[in-house]
């Protein structure tokens, strides 16, 4: 019988950076029920219903051991949710039903802490492990023998590493059992007799975790975690049969769910950092297959084979399995499109339905229908290749294809026999004799040594942007010197491996009191507390942050210093991967203290402090395998893109070290770039081929691809008072620095498209709302170009977007800018004027984006770190951004420019009044069309007052008595009108 799978969501608290930023809950909830609402727009609200809708954000209190627990009756704490959850994994597995727990949802949005929880905050996971041995040693089960097994694997790029064992060099081989579905191939299954054991192998497997994560410099938020124990009940029936109950229980951690930015890495060849996404990707596509095929669209093909996760997840999601999924969501407005993104994938899974069975067979019969499946497989090895079915041959395949994959298909059959060969083997075993043959693993009485160690011994302990992944590594340093090198270099007591970790790194000497480190070579890289350490050391108290190389983070743990404090009833606060990260950031200049900053300066801050750490892993990758490129932050403020106000963008410079080449990357391709460089990376160090083609290259893009040169910008306040501009308006790339020059010119004119005469139009307008609800049209001209750099001189144009345009307009391409024509024109229609667009003139600016293609005009030679010194990069350090200052000034410029030009007009206008009155000289009247020609220009009050003496006088003129003073006088038809 088929069931849906049980979906629950769970919103955590606000963490110190939300905090930090003054960030408010977008989430609420009532029963069951989840709503979000956009922090932009209140009106748009969306409800989800769940089987569970956890509020765990706050309303909660800590113990004195620090469990949170409910302050009322909202909060669920950790209890709650295993009671939900992990108590109906454990129920169906004693019944003999397979089990799936997963959690989905952004990085740092609380999977781990449901899932494996930390300190006395205990997870899902580990409890659930705990409760299955209680029950199991309960004695509520005489005559039950019971096997429980451990496994722990990750999904990193689409590779498979067991983190019980050692590392496979491009991953492990996941094969498909006919029967049941896919496996991976030589997987460590570890016999486990307690939940202490489990414990010790889950420390040992996040222990690998985090050492390969350094190893091959990869983010552990990327990679999923898939925890598998199989729980076996063997018993007698009523017939005295011996019958085997199975449950195989898998708990997976998804990785980071991440979106892109809307800027991001869409159409780049390496979207998604090669293959770190596509797993994800996957597993949403089956999601939607599954979906369809439930509701009547039997057609439709579900592709769990398009990635290594879905072929794991296939049982848990449309076979033999009981699945539960609990998505974490962030309730910060912050992370509105994140969290939404969440929900909605939360909501399509409940739609799934699987089928689960009770897997309960006599030990007999497993054991016989294994024998008849090699009799099977042996007598169609034993016929040789030819008896060997082909699917689709005769259907137009050549033979040697033919042959091609009757090989493939016999090898297949050799490793299927292999692998049932080996499992009835196991099965034939008992598990006494599988315990006394388990692989050497970590001993409790080891494990329980090393923590006592740690109490009282100096040591070194990583920071980890997953919390579940910090203090796993520990080196501890004894008295006398130490040296700390690179793994496999030489003799050190103490070896690390990472970026920039060289063979003799640094040394550090413990006097039994007090402990200094300085560089072991002058080139070493070393921060300590945030700062570069000098050539003499420095001395490491409790709690100093250390980071060797470009990437491995280290606390430092000093015993004595840490208990003196405790005796003065200090309370020190342990530091975090984020703590170190801003103090890395302050010391080198990029962020200030958040007192007085505004919000949007909170989050570049925040932005700056995630994306450093990247660009310095990306130039250390770049520097070991000597790509011969370096990266650079870039800030792109408003004004820079043309606007007066705006959050400031963070984007990456790519330079080409040799040619002088640039290329400017969104945060969101930066990113994906730089996950599979690390892939490339990981190749390069186990000794694989890592050199690509320029397709696959992550650090490589296209030397003719377009790129964009720098910008000019036209401020627009000129046109709410019809007046003409014409200017050579600099171009400024993103450094603010001076690339060349773009003259540009606005003219009012006709419909026709005729530029229109001060002394024959009305062109002058006192206030720019006179021309709101009339037609006014402008003539755009660009008509040279001059000054660009001799590397920027191919197939140039200009983009830009003016108010009304609803796609950017580009000019045509110039192949040769070194010519400096660009003729070029547009006619801007507004018709009729808005208040909008008067607005938008009032304040705004209009950019010119100049792009074109580049061309090598330098060649430099050398290793990628010489070069890099010669370039004064301080890996990616340096900020770049538009000068607001020069921006400033510009618009400063142009304002006085309009007010030069509006004073010109009123002084023509008082001109040609103070012209008519010296021609009138004694006359107490002006003839009306002469007067309304001096006037023509004038504003619209003076104009106004103008026509209403005119008509006032008209009337008088036949009222009046003849002859009377301050009559019209009807001479020869001309209208005159008084000035009495």
């Known amino acids: 019988m088929s069931e849906s799978v049980r979906v629950a969501v769970r919103v955590r608290p606000f963490n110190s950076r939300e905090k930090a930023r003054n960030a408010f809950s977008i989430i609420t909830m009532k029963d069951k029920s989840t709503t979000i609402k956009d922090p932009n727009n209140a009106e748009n609200v969306k409800t989800f219903h769940f089987d569970y809708s956890y509020w765990s954000h706050d309303q909660f209190i800590e113990e004195p051991n620090g469990y949170l627990r409910p302050a009322g009756s909202v909060y669920a704490d950790q209890k709650r949710v295993f009671e939900d959850l992990g108590r109906g994994v454990l129920q169906n597995a004693w019944a003999g039903y397979n089990c799936s727990l997963f959690a989905y949802g952004q990085t740092g949005s609380g999977k781990s802490y449901s899932m494996v929880g930390y300190g006395t905050n205990t997870g899902i996971v580990p409890v659930t492990c705990e409760e299955l041995f209680k029950e199991i040693q309960s004695g509520r089960h005489a005559g039950t023998e019971f096997e429980v097994t451990f496994s722990m694997l990750e999904i990193y790029n689409e590779q498979v590493q067991d983190l019980l064992g050692s590392h496979v060099k491009g991953g492990m081989k996941i094969r498909e059992h006919p029967k049941k579905g896919f496996y991976v191939e030589d997987l460590n299954v570890i016999p486990v007799q307690s939940f202490k054991e489990i414990e010790d192998q889950m420390e040992a497997g996040t222990r690998n975790r985090t050492i390969a994560a350094t190893n091959m410099n990869a983010t552990s938020s990327r990679a999923h975690t898939v925890v598998t124990i199989n729980f076996n009940q063997k018993t007698d029936n009523a017939q005295g049969k011996g019958m085997t109950k199975t449950s195989n229980i898998n708990l997976v951690d998804l990785a980071g769910s991440e979106r892109a930015d809307a800027t991001g890495a869409t159409g780049d060849r390496l979207k998604e950092g090669a293959s770190i996404n596509q797993s994800l990707s996957a597993l949403g596509n089956v999601i939607s297959a599954l979906v369809d095929v439930q509701s009547g669209n039997k057609g439709k093909i579900v592709p769990y084979r398009d990635s290594t996760l879905t072929k794991l997840l296939k049982n848990a999601l449309g076979g033999n399995s009981k699945t539960i999924m609990i998505a974490a969501l962030s309730p910060a407005d912050i992370n509105y499109d994140e969290t939404l993104s969440t929900l909605r994938f939360a909501d399509r899974v409940k739609s799934i339905k699987t089928s689960a069975v009770v897997n309960e067979s006599p030990t007999e019969k497993l054991i016989r229908e294994l024998r008849e499946e090699n009799a099977r497989l042996q007598a169609m090895l034993s016929g040789g290749s030819t008896s060997v079915p082909v699917v689709g041959a005769g259907k137009n395949i050549s033979d040697e294809e033919i042959e091609r994959i009757r090989e493939e298909a016999t090898e297949e059959l050799k490793r299927q026999l292999e692998h ?49 992944l ?54 070493a890289k070393i921060l300590v507390d945030g700062s ?28 004595s210093e840490r208990d003196a404090a405790a005796t003065a009833g200090q309370v020190l606060h342990t530091p975090t991967y984020e703590d170190a990260q801003h103090e890395i950031a302050e010391k080198s200049g990029l962020m200030r203290h958040r007192a007085g900053l505004t919000k949007e300066d909170l989050l570049l801050q925040e932005e700056l402090i995630s994306i450093l750490p990247h660009v310095n892993e990306a130039n250390a990758i770049s520097e070991e395998i000597d790509a011969k490129k370096s990266f650079e932050i870039v800030l792109i403020s408003a004004a820079a893109r043309g606007l007066r106000d705006g959050p400031t963008q963070v984007m990456i410079k790519m330079s080409d070290l040799t040619t002088e080449h640039t290329w400017l990357w969104s945060r969101s391709k930066f990113l994906s770039r730089k996950y599979a460089m690390q892939e490339v990376y990981q190749n390069f160090i186990n000794g694989e081929e890592w050199m690509r083609s320029n397709e696959d290259d992550p650090f490589y893009d296209p030397y003719d691809a377009e790129v964009h040169i720098a910008t000019a910008f036209l401020y627009l306040k000129f046109m709410g008072y019809l007046v003409d501009f014409e200017d050579v308006c600099p171009l400024t790339n993103f450094r603010g620095v001076e690339q060349g020059h773009l003259q540009i010119s606005m003219v009012p004119c006709s419909p026709r498209g005729e530029p229109l005469k001060e002394d024959v139009d009305d062109l002058f307008v006192e206030d720019p709302a006179e021309l709101v609800g009339r037609r006014v049209d402008y003539l755009l001209r660009i008509s040279a170009i001059k000054g660009l750099p001799q590397k920027f001189n191919k197939n140039v144009y200009c983009k830009y977007s003016f108010f009304g345009d609803e796609q950017p307009v580009s000019t045509p391409v110039l192949a040769d800018a070194s010519t400096g024509r660009f003729d070029y024109s547009r006619q801007l229609t507004f018709n009729p004027v808005t208040k909008e667009l008067v607005d938008h003139l009032e304040s705004q600016s209009l950019s010119f984006e100049v792009y074109g293609q580049q061309t090598a005009v330098v060649s430099k030679t050398g290793a990628t770190a010489e070069l890099m010194k010669s370039t004064l990069m301080s890996r990616g350090l340096t900020l770049m951004s538009s000068g607001s200052d020069a921006g400033e000034m510009k618009r400063l410029q142009a304002e006085r420019t309009l007010a030069e030009r509006r004073l010109e007009r009123a002084n023509a206008r008082l001109h040609r009044v103070e012209e008519l009155l010296k021609a009138y000289k004694g006359s107490n009247s002006i ?15 003076f104009r106004a007052a103008a026509r209403m003496l005119i008509m006032s006088n008209r009337a008088s003129r036949f009222s009046a008595e003849p002859g009377a003073a301050g009559a019209m006088a009807p001479d020869k038809g001309t209208q005159v009108c008084s000035l009495q």
């Open 927 to 941: 003839p009306v069309d002469e007067l309304h020609r001096a006037l023509y220009s004038a504003n619209a009050r």
């Open 470 to 523: 910090e203090g796993v590594v520990c080196h501890f340093v004894e008295k006398g010197t130490t040296t700390i090198g690179r793994v496999g270099s030489g003799p050190q007591f103490i070896q690390m491996s990472g970026l920039h970790i060289l063979d003799k790194h640094a040394i550090v000497t413990y006097d039994g009191t007090k402990i200094f480190i300085k560089k072991a070579v002058p080139e």
């Open 420 to 468: 049932n060969a080996k499992e009835m083997e196991e099965m034939k075993k008992s598990w006494t004799d599988r315990l006394k043959e388990r692989a050497s693993g970590p001993q409790a009485d080891e494990v329980d040594a090393l923590k006592q160690k740690r109490k009282v011994t100096a040591h070194f302990w990583n920071l980890n942007e997953d919390p579940s």
């Open 532 to 559: 570069p350490l000098r050539s003499e050391g420095a001395e490491l108290h409790h709690h100093s942050r250390v980071m060797f190389g470009s990437s491995s983070l280290f606390c430092f743990t000093l015993p």
